[in-house]
């Protein structure tokens, strides 16, 4: 159980398109879903939490109108990176709470050319 | 805000050796106190967690301890193999909030 899925894995786009990753919870409800980002060899940034029905809470520092997060039902919330740069390229994980307990995706590399 | 320590930041084993990793955490209310691994390029997967109400939990080879007075946890692991090897982060979750605070994180490598 409390399995998460991310789509796309891997995906690499040029300069000033926008994408969209896609977070599921395939085995249970989660009122609550997190995206973090992930340099090498560092921990995890939480980027926004987001919650179902109403809008995304972005951490300090995070531009909202560049990751924008859309949590429509209780099993998906997707982040668009919009207007992407280089900087941009990362690995983006998503979470989803259950409620205290957190599972999370496997990840998707953004690579931004 | 909450403040999370993990040390080591790098722990090399011989296999069937134990491992131990500590994370220490500032804000007396938090009450869960989870541990992932993360191999590299997947995401973390969650191996075992405690809460405040308990002083310790196991779960085959791997172990938490929690010491709420001095505000800190331990993940063990006996018997190490060298599938263990990845890096492992600790976690904290303040009560009243859902935000879980991320130690920096171990790398842990088994050696045959």
């Known amino acids: 159980g409390a399995v998460v899925s991310q789509h796309p894995s891997r995906v690499i786009c040029k300069s000033g398109t926008s994408v969209k990753i896609e977070c599921r919870s395939l085995d249970f409800q989660a009122t609550t879903m997190f995206w973090y980002r992930q340099f090498p060899k560092k921990s995890l940034m939480l980027m926004a939490t987001?919650?179902?029905?109403?809008?995304?809470?972005?951490e300090q520092g995070v531009e909202k109108d560049k990751f924008l997060i859309n949590h429509a039902s209780l099993t998906l919330s997707t982040l668009t990176v919009t207007s992407a740069h280089p900087e941009d390229s990362s690995f983006y994980i998503c979470?989803?709470?259950?409620?205290?307990?957190?599972?999370f995706g496997p990840g998707t590399r953004l690579t931004v050319t | 805000g909450e403040n999370v320590e993990q040390h080591p930041s790098t722990l090399s084993v011989q296999e069937g050796d134990s491992a131990v990793i500590k994370c220490t955490y500032s804000?007396?209310?938090?009450?869960?106190f989870p541990w992932y691994k993360q191999e590299l390029g997947k995401g973390p997967q969650l191996i075992i967690d405690i809460r405040s109400n308990v002083g310790e939990k196991k779960d085959q080879r791997i172990a938490v301890t929690l010491n709420k007075t001095a505000k800190h946890f331990s993940l063990h692991i006996t018997e190490t193999q060298p599938e263990d090897s990845a890096v492992y982060f600790c976690g904290v979750l303040t009560g009243g909030g859902n935000k879980l605070t991320f130690g920096t994180g171990t790398q842990l490598k088994v050696e045959l």
């Open positions: 979470s989803a709470s259950v409620p205290s307990e957190q599972y």
């Open positions: 804000d007396s209310a938090s009450n869960y």
């Open positions: 987001s919650n179902e029905g109403s809008k995304a809470t972005y």
